[in-house]
């Protein structure tokens, strides 16, 4: 009897746990109230930028051009053809900006290395530019002088233009030692002081948007293949380059290796349909797990070899458009991140929905689905990025489930806005932090392994193709003035508050930070509005200058022709 009933209750187990993973709980409703509390100890605050959309400096110094400076200096692919040549003047503003983070009280920046700053050409044996060398040096100094630890993405999507140019960028297989050589030097230069790195930020829409619906550079429509293959490119350099620094520099310099993925959450609107559930999870799988799921478990998800396979094999492509890895790369892979870096910015409801597959094939229809918002979430900037805080805790939970617990930090996360008229007491920014930020928080008492937070983004900048007309700062930005002047939001303010008290401590403390950030913002407002005036002073003074000094030159004249005539 007993041994009946073992063998009944090992049964059991393999039917209930046909693998040995956490699964992910899609009917939990989780979505509490606002929960006070605080971070663990040791818990890291940032903020983030990245080189091209703040530098400026585009050709000076030995710079080369990258593919965003080619795509932006062509006509109708930035909102108002503008471009990011002089951006923030970052470039400049090493030190002033320094202040500001030192001003929100900061634990770590995170900034990227333009490739083209350091390696014109891309190439290590063609040339390396000691100025920009020189450059990241300083910068990272002066962080850590000022005792911020810097994180350092070596790929903000600036890829040199030769490398494009002559070779494909990403869809040429070489481009892996072209970037390992980059990768190597950096970790030379900078590796005894740099110990975080992040090998690639979001390359999900360096892929998606660069190589298959060409809105960003360098602006490739290569429909249901560019994407694949240069995200298989790209998940194959992460890898080298993870194995560089194992092999050659941790033993040195104790740093740490990851890769930056961005993902929306995907929920399924009705969670007690298998067909809507089944949706969302393609809809993660096929954003976050097409470069996680390699990197932690060694191949691409099922869900997407499945459905990219059939889709090809329907339109008649003798092979899948999603390349594969062989038996060596895949255990040369698996593994190959000490951290998981995760940029999260919204939400959508998703269903399934077949799509006729003799249509043109891409990757967007490659998923069998359709994305839906709650119109109630609010969108305060850019059209994609609605809130929905509660998103951001279930796919901390998922990817907690599907990779095993990794060590997490928030790379990216933050909300924009559009309004024309200056608007520095950033309300929305606020709730949207505050509740995203909690939503962490409830996540790490779910026992996710989230270690850091960066807020997206310390100043509004170049929002790529759509231009300076997009804000993510916490300081804003005059572009119009050529001094690039920075104001402060109220959101600084909030945030520096959540920084002290590392959380939301109770809530009488809470709501007394929201009446202080308002209150400061309104001053700095009267700021600003004064600030055309100065501006303006300082035209009339450059042309009052102007003129008294070619009134002195013509007076001197003369005086002297009039010396001069009196003596003769
Ligand atoms: C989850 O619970 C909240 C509060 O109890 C409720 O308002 C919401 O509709 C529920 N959501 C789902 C998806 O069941
Ligand atoms: C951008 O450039 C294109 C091509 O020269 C031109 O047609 C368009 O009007 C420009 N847009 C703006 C806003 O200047
Ligand atoms: C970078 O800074 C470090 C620390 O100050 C210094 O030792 C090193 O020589 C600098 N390297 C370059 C290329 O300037
Ligand atoms: C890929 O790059 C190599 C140089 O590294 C070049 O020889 C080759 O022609 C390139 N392939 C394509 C298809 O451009
Ligand atoms: C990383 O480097 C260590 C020390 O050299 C080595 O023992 C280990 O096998 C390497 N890991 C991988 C996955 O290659």
Redesign the pocket.
């Known amino acids: 009897m007993t041994y009946v009933l073992r063998i009944w209750y090992m049964l059991a187990l393999v039917l209930v746990c046909p693998n040995t993973a956490e699964d992910f709980q899609w009917i939990k409703n989780n979505t509490g109230s606002f929960y006070y509390g605080t971070f663990p100890t040791g818990f890291l605050w940032g903020v983030g930028s990245s080189a091209y959309q703040t530098e400026g400096a585009w050709d000076k110094d030995g710079k080369g051009p990258s593919i965003w400076d080619a795509f932006t200096h062509k006509k109708g692919k930035v909102f108002r053809n503008e471009t990011a040549d002089s951006a923030c003047d970052g470039y400049y503003k090493v030190k002033d900006d320094i202040q500001l983070l030192k001003e929100l009280k900061v634990n770590h920046y995170l900034l990227s290395i333009s490739w083209p700053r350091i390696m014109p050409t891309g190439i290590k044996a063609e040339q390396v530019n000691e100025k920009g060398i020189q450059f990241y040096n300083d910068t990272i100094n002066s962080l850590l002088e000022n005792s911020i630890i810097p994180i350092v993405s070596l790929y903000h999507w600036d890829l040199p233009q030769v490398l494009e140019e002559r070779y494909g960028g990403w869809q040429n297989i070489s481009i892996i030692n072209y970037f390992n050589d980059y990768a190597n030097l950096c970790f030379e230069k900078f590796g005894d002081r740099v110990k975080h790195w992040i090998t690639f930020s979001n390359p999900w829409a360096v892929a998606e948007k660069g190589y298959e619906t060409g809105e960003h550079a360098p602006g490739l429509k290569l429909g249901g293949c560019g994407a694949y293959k240069a995200a298989h490119h790209i998940i194959k350099t992460h890898t080298k380059v993870w194995?560089s620094y194992?092999?050659t520099w941790?033993?040195e310099q104790q740093g740490m290796v990851g890769i930056s993925l961005t993902s929306g959450w995907g929920q399924p609107i009705d969670v007690h349909s298998q067909t809507d559930i089944e949706a969302a999870e393609r809809y993660v799988q096929f954003h976050l797990g097409w470069f996680a799921n390699p990197i932690y478990k060694g191949d691409y998800p099922e869900v997407m070899k499945n459905y990219v396979g059939r889709k090809s094999a329907q339109q008649g492509q003798g092979t899948s458009r999603l390349p594969t890895f062989s038996v060596q790369e895949k255990s040369y892979i698996k593994?190959?991140s000490d951290f998981l870096g995760i940029g999260h910015f919204t939400t959508r409801y998703v269903i399934q929905k077949s799509l006729p597959s003799l249509h043109v094939s891409s990757y967007d229809t490659d998923s069998d689905l359709a994305e839906l918002v709650d119109p109630k979430w609010p969108a305060p900037g850019s059209e994609w990025l609605y809130s929905a805080p509660w998103g951001f805790r279930r796919l901390l939970n998922f990817i907690k489930t599907q990779y095993g617990n990794p060590l997490i930090y928030v790379t990216e996360n933050g909300v924009s806005e559009k309004v024309q008229c200056t608007q520095l007491c950033d309300e929305w920014r606020i709730e949207y932090l505050k509740g995203y930020i909690n939503e962490i928080l409830k996540a790490i008492n779910d026992g996710v392994n989230v270690k850091g937070y960066t807020a997206w983004s310390l100043l509004d900048k170049f929002e790529w193709n759509k231009g300076f007309s997009e804000r993510f700062g916490f300081y804003h930005i005059d572009f119009k003035n050529k001094n690039k002047p920075r104001y402060p939001k109220a959101s600084v303010e909030y945030y520096k508050k959540i920084i002290s008290a590392n959380g939301f401590p109770n809530p009488r403390e809470v709501e007394s930070w929201y009446q202080k950030a308002m209150d400061t913002c309104s001053i700095t407002n009267q700021l600003l509005a004064a600030d055309p005036l100065i501006t303006r002073m300082e035209m009339v003074t450059e042309i009052v200058v102007a003129t008294v000094f070619t009134l002195c030159i013509l007076i001197s004249a003369v005086l002297l022709m009039f010396v001069l005539r009196n003596h003769s």
């Open positions: 194995h194992n092999h941790r033993s593994g190959t």
